[in-house]
């Protein structure tokens, strides 16, 4: 159990900000994760885990009061929230408690953070942008844990439907991507390939109707991750007064096929103007 709220001193202390690193707000975690089969569901799992009694769907970190005082104290703080809910009723847990600290305080532009949201269902996705939540999903899971999903996990529909970056995208919304290591490797062209293919390790398609194309995975990456960390005036575009972290690929990934994607290559990363790799 965190303690909270944190010691007086760290929040009343002045906080200088570096170049390079900035306290980015609050983490909170409402479950585990459904690959691991502790995530939060309101359907039970395909398959128990040794153990558990069918019908078992996971657990929630906090009971109902505790997860409305912490949002509603961070909100009051102006502490932007990071909330890892990966099952559905962990998300809807989230969902309840930041439209109760709205509702308490007024709405404004918060942007607190989804992390995860694997299983979100399609009328939680709906409720994000009238809650003014950013999802910050994870496609990737897609590829390392899709199969799994699929045979043991949640099964037909429900693992077709994982980190629906599509149906996100048809509510308006903007959303980032992130490769959460060390869970999963920390490679960010495996989160691109996922984001738009949507293939498992053997070569299924998970909900293919949930795949994006090249160019709204980039945006994913680049743009929108800098307007969720309140940082879209100085991030995330090439443009004059942008800060000019760049990588140079071995091919443009808006012109090869999209099965190719994990194949891209990075030649040179660039920070402020600086060379910090160079693969030759």
């Known amino acids: 159990m965190p303690i909270w709220p944190p010691a007086a001193d760290l929040w009343t202390q002045p906080i200088t900000v570096t170049p390079t690193f900035r306290i980015g707000g609050v983490k909170l975690n409402f479950d585990g994760s459904p690959q691991g ?14 153990g558990q009694e069918q019908g078992y769907a996971g657990y929630p970190t906090f009971n109902d009061e505790q997860a409305y ?8 703080n102006d502490w932007q929230v990071m909330t890892h809910a990966n099952g559905d009723a962990a998300i809807e847990q989230f969902l309840n408690a930041v439209e109760s600290a709205n509702n308490k305080l007024g709405k404004k532009d918060r942007r607190p953070v989804l992390i995860h ?7 939680q996705v709906n409720r994000l942008k009238e809650l003014g ?16 999903h699929v045979n043991s996990v949640l099964g037909h529909p429900r693992a077709d439907f994982i980190s629906p970056t599509q149906a996100v995208r048809k509510q308006g919304l903007m959303f980032s991507t992130h490769h959460d290591a060390p869970v999963a490797l920390p490679d960010a062209l495996r989160v691109l390939d996922a984001t738009v293919n949507r293939t498992t390790r053997t070569d299924q398609v998970l909900g293919p109707e949930q795949r994006v194309s090249v160019y709204t ?18 991030k ?7 800060q000019a972290d760049l990588i140079i690929l071995d091919k443009n990934p808006l012109k090869i096929k999209p099965v190719e994607l994990h194949n891209l290559q990075v030649l040179e990363t660039i920070s402020r103007g600086e060379t910090v790799y160079s693969k030759n």
């Open 217 to 234: 995975a980039l945006q994913a990456m680049t743009t929108w991750p800098a307007y969720q960390h309140f940082e879209e005036s100085s």
């Open 69 to 76: 005082q912490y949002i509603e104290t961070a909100f009051a």
């Open 37 to 50: 089969k502790t995530a939060w569901l309101s359907q039970p799992y395909l398959k128990a885990p040794e």
């Open 117 to 123: 949201g694997q299983t979100i269902r399609q009328d």
């Open 236 to 242: 995330g575009q090439l443009k004059q007064g942008m």
């Open 133 to 148: 939540i950013f999802p910050s999903l994870f496609p990737m899971h897609t590829f390392y844990w899709g199969d799994w």
